[in-house]
């Protein structure tokens, strides 16, 4: 009798339950179908971001000359007394003595005085054998009239003598012979015309080489002049003296080649009316910097105090282990209150101009990717973008990935268009592929859907 009691229990419950799954089978069947979200779309608008680059500085003078002797020598006399003394270019600092150079410059001028001596002699030996040369050539001129007068005379002699017994033998002789000295004498004034010229040739050289030795001369007498002006240690511009290293006496010897940064300077001079200014931009900002971009530095131990000046340039590489770019600015100094060495803050103003952008709603950043939504064929479509600056609410867009072109292969970067549809309301409660429908607002876009 139990048995049979249990068998018609079960029997009951098994009943019951597919009376209940009918039931919520059917009542499934009658629910409607789950809500399509209505979301808001915009397009990707141009406009112009603004950003200013911050970074610490640090202020350097305009120019900077550490000092050294060209030369050896006792310094005989120290203009400058102290530091911060102001001086001008080609001010005397130091005077050095060097008795040595300064006999070795007497005996080059003296080169000089007894070589241009030989150059004027030679010139004067050269006027006197033009003159022998002028007055062998009037001699032969004359002799040669003679020989002409004797030449016709001895022929006519000789006709007669020959024809008539008025003139006598002696007489002809005698034309002959005249004829003959005439001759005699053409020759040698020929003679002496060559002489004279070969005199003046030599003279001419020895006046030639006269003008070269003199040339010589001269250039050694300013080589060693120019020695002789390195005793004299010199300001190379108008400046402030920020060292000195040198007192009467001292004996100062050139830097060695090559080492002249690390060996002491004996003085040291600062160029005050103009500053460098130098930041190392980081890596990201690095592209944004520009020649001629304005700048503006703030001097904390001045108040705080802002000066305003412009981008000289950069180094264009940047630092290998730091992943910086050195970047310098110049700043006009006239009151001199900026100084060496000064800690700044330097503030560079750079924009994008006229790229797209899209609220800052419709930006979403996961696992540090950033991406939004797209409407494509009544769908949300997930878009992997590059973003770049951030500015009233807006994010500016560079680049959005496309599709695969073959399996396998990498998406490809695209540019914006201004025609996407890109979702702003909600972003965050969608997922990809997830049908949404546009809300309209006003007119459709003229724009197909992409």
Known sequence: MVRVLFGLGILGVLLGSAGCKRHAAQAGADAPPPAVPVVKTVHPERMTFHRVIEQPAWIDPFEVTRIHAKISGFVQEVRVDNIGVRVHKD???????????????KQKT?????????????????????????????????????????????????????????????????????????????KEAEAKIESARAS????????????????????????????????????????????????????????????????????????????????????????????????????????????????????WMLEPKQRTLRTEIDFDNPKELLRPGMYAHASIPVEHSHTFSLPASAVLIRDGQAFCYRVEQGKAVKTVIRIGFR????????????????????????????????????PGELTDGQAVQVERDGPNPSEPET
């Not at 001010?91 to 410059?105: F, T």
């Not at 490809?412 to 309301?425: A, H, M, Q, Y």
Request: zero cysteines; aromatic letters at 6%; glycine letters at 6%.
């Open 91 to 105: 001010d005397v600092l130091a005077k050095l003595w060097v008795p040595e150079l300064v006999e070795e410059h």
């Open 391 to 426: 500015e009233g609410g807006r994010v500016e867009v560079l680049k959005k990935l496309g599709r695969r072109k073959r399996a396998g292969a990498s998406a490809p970067w695209e540019d914006w268009t201004g025609k996407e549809r890109i979702i702003v309301s909600n």
């Open 110 to 186: 003296e080169q000089v005085r007894q070589a241009e001596k030989i150059l004027a002699v030679a010139e004067a030996r050269i006027e006197v054998a033009k003159a022998q040369v002028q007055e062998s050539q009037a001699a032969l001129a004359r002799f040669e009239a003679a020989n002409y007068y004797w030449k016709g005379q001895s022929e006519r002699f000789t006709r007669i003598g020959k024809s008539s017994e008025v003139m006598d033998k002696q007489s002809v002789e005698e034309a002959v012979n005249q004829y003959r000295a005439a001759i005699a004498a053409v």
């Open 200 to 315: 003046l040739l030599e003279m001419e050289s020895t006046r030639d080489k006269a003008k070269v030795d003199i040339e010589v001369a001269r250039a050694d007498e300013r080589r060693v002049a120019a020695l002789l002006s390195y005793a004299e240690i010199r300001a190379p511009f108008d400046g402030i003296v920020s060292a000195r290293h040198v007192h009467t006496g001292h004996f100062l010897q050139p830097a060695v080649a090559g080492h002249t940064g690390r060996a002491e300077p004996f003085f040291v001079v600062l160029r005050m009316d103009r500053v460098r200014v130098f930041l190392d931009v980081p890596e990201a900002e690095a592209v944004l910097i520009h020649d001629g971009a304005a700048a503006t530095i703030r001097v904390p131990s001045l108040n705080n105090r802002e000066f305003t000046g412009t981008v000289a340039g950069s180094s």
